[in-house]
């Protein structure tokens, strides 16, 4: 049995008992609302989820129908394989159908507007789970993490490996120049450009003072972004950028990647012309979301570090949000500054992530029970 789904339920069961309990902490409202709650057993919930090729979303529409489940609430769960016109239409059915609230992870957040107005104009409550729908006023709460972080320890995590900063944080005893090549998410998610923003204003200071040289003169999001986050693109790119700057004979020592399978296609097109044999060491290789085939890249040594974002907790307050929602409150918010989605500040609740090394891998993903050693070891999940 899957570490994951053993793990998540001991989470559910604890957060049944959670939502049942009078205020409490998180994301769940502790103001106290007037009517009296309706039966879990005749609320829907739909849950709108990007795509089945990534494990990270399919282990968060996992967990978001489980805890609702267990907390006693129908749950109408549907992947659209990033495609935007399926998405669409599945949300829209969700409405038609009457499903009473929805948690939705859009593909292309500017592509949800006329399926808010219907929610709106139904009364219906609509969460944005960790890509912020944009260009609607009619986006009620947002979950996530503390996007513009995670960028930053990206960009702390490559400048670590580089030897430019040491674990700490102070300044390292390397001195460059490195050269390093930077990689974008997709354009059309808004998370993209806080990690952008958070990665490049931690890396700027070194390129201002001539550390780390971008050969390629790829500075901007627009010429580093990757279409859906997609693996092959990103690999396309990296051979595109070693043919154009590197045929001197010079050798990539970083790359700024925002996402494991980013960074896993990265390093194909790296081995591919061959780095990591041979004498020619793998480039320090930066990720997110700790998917199981980069955490073994990393205890294997060919990608450098990634970013943790627990989708347990994630997960947790989605359904916490949609409790406070369907009992007539307010969910509480811990950031009510941050996410401008073009018309209207977004109330949200943000959590934290963290960098994983490969000397942490235990105490992180292990020891809490998101993967077992075997897993690691074999670069899949059982």
Not at 108 to 119: E, I, N
């Amino acid at each position: 049995m899957n570490v994951r789904r053993r793990t998540l339920a001991v989470f559910t069961a604890g957060l049944v008992l959670s939502l049942s309990a009078c205020g409490g902490g998180g994301a769940g409202s502790t103001d106290g609302g007037s009517s009296a709650p309706a039966d879990p057993a005749d609320i829907t919930v739909g849950v709108a989820m990007p795509t089945q090729t990534s494990e990270r979303w399919i282990a968060d529409g996992n967990a978001v129908k489980a805890g609702l489940e267990k907390a006693g609430y129908k749950v109408d769960l549907q992947y659209a394989n990033d495609d935007i016109p399926t998405q669409q239409q599945q949300i829209d059915q969700m409405i038609t159908k009457g499903d009473d609230l929805l948690i939705l992870a859009a593909i292309d957040g500017t592509a949800l507007a006329g399926q808010l107005d219907a929610a709106k104009a139904a009364g219906v409550k609509v969460i944005s789970y960790d890509r912020l729908i944009r260009d609607s006023a009619n986006v009620d709460f947002y979950v996530s993490f503390d996007n513009y972080k995670v960028g930053v320890q990206q960009g702390t995590s490559l400048l670590t490996g580089l030897g430019l900063l040491n674990a700490d944080g102070s300044k390292g005893t390397a001195t460059g120049p490195f050269n390093v090549e930077l990689f974008a998410g997709s354009l059309d998610d808004n998370n993209a450009g806080f990690f952008w923003n958070g990665a490049f204003d931690t890396i700027k200071p070194f390129i201002d003072s001539g550390q780390i040289v971008v050969k390629s003169g790829q500075t901007k999001i627009d010429e580093a972004a990757t279409l859906r986050w997609q693996q092959e693109v990103a690999q396309k790119r990296m051979e595109d950028l070693l043919t154009s700057a590197y045929s001197d004979g010079s050798k990539v020592d970083g790359v700024l990647s925002p996402y494991d399978g980013i960074s896993r296609g990265i390093i194909t097109a790296l081995q591919n012309a061959g780095y990591g044999t041979g004498g020619q060491k793998m480039p320090i290789i930066t990720g997110q979301d700790a998917e199981i085939a980069s955490v073994k890249l990393i205890n294997d040594g060919v990608q450098y570090a990634t970013i943790f974002k627990d989708t347990r907790k994630l997960a947790e307050q989605a359904i916490t949000a949609s409790e406070a929602y369907l009992d007539g409150k307010e969910p509480e918010a811990n950031d009510t500054t941050t996410y401008d989605n073009g018309v209207k500040v977004v109330p949200s609740f943000l959590l934290q992530s963290d960098i994983v090394y490969k000397d942490n891998i235990t105490s992180l993903l292990v020891d809490t029970g998101y993967y077992t050693q075997a897993e690691v070891d074999a670069g899949q999940a059982s």
